[in-house]
Nanobody, 112 residues
Framework: EVQLVESGGGLVQPGGSLRLSCAASGFTFSTAAMSWVRQAPGKGLEWVSNINSGGSTTSYADSVKGRFTIFRDNAKNTLYLQMNSLKAEDTGVYYC?????WGQGTQVTVSS
């Protein structure tokens, strides 16, 4: 059974940083591309970032490029999202995704 468990969300002031984690199990993590997707309050899903299985290739939405970094530790079966220079518009629930599976999400709130 595929399981994805996100953590690391919270309340942070504008300009601050957070690191999200996604602990994966139930599949061969080291061979799977992974994604982060977010949903702002009252809005639809927004793709944030992708990473290939080996971690060598990444891509980002324009809205987060230069501020967010996706990376993974295949030895720990864990996906990460380092978020710097956070803005109010980054507020939302962040999900990690693999194939058609989603985690339960972690809430990120950027507010002063």
């Amino acid at each position: 059974e595929v399981q994805l468990v996100e953590s690391g969300g919270g309340l942070v002031q504008p300009g601050g940083s957070l690191r999200l984690s996604c602990a994966a199990s139930g599949f061969t993590f080291s061979t799977a591309a992974m994604s982060w997707v977010r949903q702002a309050p009252g809005k639809g899903l927004e793709w944030v970032s992708n990473i290939n299985s080996g971690g060598s290739t990444t891509s980002y939405a324009d809205s987060v490029k230069g501020r967010f970094t996706i990376f993974r530790d295949n030895a720990k079966n864990t996906l990460y999202l380092q978020m710097n220079s956070l803005k109010a518009e980054d507020t939302g629930v962040y999900y990690c995704k693999v194939f058609t599976y989603w985690g339960q999400g972690t809430q990120v709130t950027v507010s002063s």
